[in-house]
């Protein structure tokens, strides 16, 4: 069986008040020549089609013109939801859609471990059961498993990590070990890289390991924005977002991952690559070697750009004279002496590092140049506690 796996398209989206609307039908226009020409069985879109729960009008209309397409075209199309989507909003008419080959996974909840999470399809080998899991948060998953009957209460207080709900999801599925098994998910799983435009839970919370997947062929995932598999395991993956969001990705190259899964239930990847409307660039130098003429002939300025200025000094108006340069400009910066000092005297472990106490005490230390009391310390420990509670 072939299928395109497509992820975190995130409609709508804004970044530095440039929308991407345009960007994004590009890129959609590309991905439908590449079904057209694959020609696969069906295509998986692993959650955050939309950037917010409550997407534009624009967002709307240009997901819809993408589904038609891709119905008119034959495909097949199975979507879940992820942490940016609303999953009531996204499958609203999902009843309908699914006589145009238009599957959306149902929000969370009873209904998932009834036998609506799993399709049961063919292809010249035989069977493969495909299982649509949105997004998931332990309190979330404990509900739904226990409206479901498939856990006690006493079961259901021992899910409290994101790993025991992934775990206890599936094992409610009642994957059939002796078929082929594709899961698509929106999950973050230990090991994979983030990048900056992705939501990060403070000392690494929402971490999945990823053995939990061992029962299936290939789990396709959504939620990080680059490409890349886990180690070695290549049938567990991130497609990656179609388009670059942030500058932690001017160095990706983005794609659509083109899976075949078959008899002998090995799964072939193949990257297509996709290229952008817009390219994103980082440009560092002084002002007078960014605004050169030599060095403006070499450079994309079309391009988004972030422009790093190695001035000491502080240039009149450096933001609207360099715009005139690169009308697609999202941000700039100096790098010099006093901005070094400045990131010296801020720099601290990276945030997935460090526990959410460590976290607000270095806030509380800078604000008020004194350390936390015991009483204090106590009183937001167990606030943090609650909140961990709520979250999970």
């Known amino acids: 069986m072939k299928f395109i796996h497509i992820s975190d398209l995130h409609l709508g989206k804004r970044i530095n008040e440039y929308s991407m609307i345009e960007d994004q039908k590009f890129i959609l226009e590309q991905i439908l020549d590449i079904a057209e020409r694959e020609q696969p069985q069906m295509v998986l879109i692993a959650g955050d089609v939309y950037d917010r729960s409550i997407p534009s009008t624009e967002a709307l209309e240009i997901f819809e013109g993408f589904l038609c397409r891709l119905s008119d075209a034959g495909h097949q199309v199975y979507i879940i939801s992820g942490n940016h989507d609303s999953a009531e909003r996204l499958s609203f008419g999902s009843r309908l859609m699914e006589q145009s080959g238009i599957h959306m996974a149902q929000a969370l909840g009873k209904q998932t471990f009834e036998g609506k999470a799993v399709y049961e399809l063919e292809d010249e080998h035989g069977k493969i059961d495909l299982y649509l899991l949105p997004f998931l948060k332990p309190a979330t998953l404990r509900h739904a498993l226990l409206a479901a009957g498939k856990i006690t209460e006493e079961e259901a207080a021992g899910i409290d990590t994101y790993t025991k709900a992934m775990a206890a999801a599936i094992a409610a599925l009642d994957v059939d070990p002796d078929r082929r098994n594709i899961l698509v998910s929106h999950q973050f799983v230990t090991g994979a890289k983030r990048s900056e435009s992705e939501e990060v839970m403070v000392g690494g919370l929402d971490n999945i390991d990823g053995d939990v997947f061992d029962g299936f062929d290939y789990v396709a995932l959504g939620h990080l924005h ?51 409307l817009h390219e994103w660039i980082d440009i560092c130098g002084t002002f007078e070697q960014v605004t050169g003429d030599d060095f403006l002939t070499q450079t994309d300025r079309e391009a988004y750009t972030r422009i790093t200025l190695l001035d000491e000094d502080d240039v009149p108006d450096a933001v609207g004279r360099l715009k005139l340069c690169y009308p697609n400009m999202m941000s700039m910066r100096y790098d010099n002496k006093r901005t070094r000092q400045e990131q010296d005297l801020s720099h601290g472990a990276e945030l997935e590092q460090r526990s959410e106490m460590d976290l607000f005490r270095e806030l509380f230390e800078m604000q008020n140049n004194m350390s936390m009391n015991e009483k204090q310390t106590d009183l937001v420990k167990k606030l943090i506690e609650e909140i961990k509670e709520e979250m999970i």
């Open 226 to 276: 680059g490409p890349q598999t886990l180690g070695e395991r290549a049938q567990i993956r991130y497609c990656g977002s179609p388009l670059k969001y942030s500058f932690s990705e001017v160095n990706q190259k983005k794609s659509v991952t083109v899976v075949e899964i078959g008899e002998d239930r090995t799964a072939t990847i193949r990257e297509v690559p996709l290229k952008p």
